[in-house]
T-cell receptor
Framework: GQNIDQPTEMTATEGAIVQINCTYQTSGFNGLFWYQQHAGEAPTFLSYNVLDGLEEKGRFSSFLSRSKGYSYLLLKELQMKDSASYLCAVESGSARQLTFGSGTQLTVLP | DGGITQSPKYLFRKEGQNVTLSCEQNLNHDAMYWYRQDPGQGLRLIYYSQIVNDFQKGDIAEGYSVSREKKESFPLTVTSAQKNPTAFYLC?????????????FGSGTRLTVV
């Protein structure tokens, strides 16, 4: 089975940096994804890690350690619009479906 | 433009009634998925289909049924056997090789039991 853990809530200040952690236990790991989801909307793709290391994409970076079953999403220069839920998801198995964590609700304060 | 369409956006159902949620895609994707999301929770997989006329149960299939008669369509029926159907339902599709990296989500259907 799959087990994905991430913090339920985080709060940060506009302009700051925040790191959202995700730990997972899975079989047949193919890759790890981060999605952003605003309330009542569909998730939108942020990043994808399949190999160990850091992937950088503008203000967002994501890190993966497969041996530790650990990933983090780093958000820099926080903006108010970054207030949203951030979902960690693991792709596994031959069907390559995604299993999602419960999400981390990030609140950015002025 | 290609995309994935879910309808309706909001749906109300009386207890004991079956209801069908529509999901249509014109992306020529082979795989389609249904997820359920409860408030403050992540997405949980209900059913998925990798090819026409074939589908597999996900983690929470009880009380739901699906069909995949056409490549572009993957309707989800919420039956009266589903005891707590009020939730946000998301449909997604992907290429057969793209897996999660090729996921496209619909805009979701919010189902409320009244």
């Amino acid at each position: 089975g799959q087990n994905i853990d991430q913090p339920t809530e985080m709060t940060a200040t506009e302009g700051a940096i925040v790191q959202i952690n995700c730990t997972y236990q899975t079989s047949g790991f193919n890759g790890l994804f981060w999605y952003q989801q605003h309330a009542g909307e569909a998730p939108t793709f942020l990043s994808y890690n399949v190999l160990d290391g850091l992937e950088e994409k503008g203000r967002f970076s994501s890190f993966l350690s497969r041996s530790k079953g650990y990933s983090y999403l780093l958000l820099k220069e926080l903006q108010m619009k970054d207030s949203a839920s951030y979902l960690c998801a693991v792709e596994s198995g031959s069907a390559r479906q995604l299993t999602f964590g419960s999400g981390t609700q990030l609140t950015v304060l002025p | 433009d290609g995309g994935i369409t879910q309808s309706p956006k909001y749906l109300f159902r009386k207890e004991g009634q079956n209801v069908t949620l529509s999901c249509e895609q014109n992306l020529n994707h082979d795989a389609m998925y249904w997820y359920r999301q409860d408030p403050g929770q992540g997405l949980r997989l209900i059913y998925y289909s990798q090819i026409v006329n074939d589908f597999q149960k996900g983690d929470i299939a009880e009380g739901y049924s699906v069909s995949r008669e056409k490549k572009e369509s993957f309707p989800l029926t919420v039956t009266s056997a589903q005891k707590n159907p009020t939730a946000f339902y998301l449909c997604a599709s992907s290429t057969s090789t793209g897996g999660g990296y090729g996921y496209t989500f619909g805009s979701g259907t919010r189902l409320t039991v009244v």
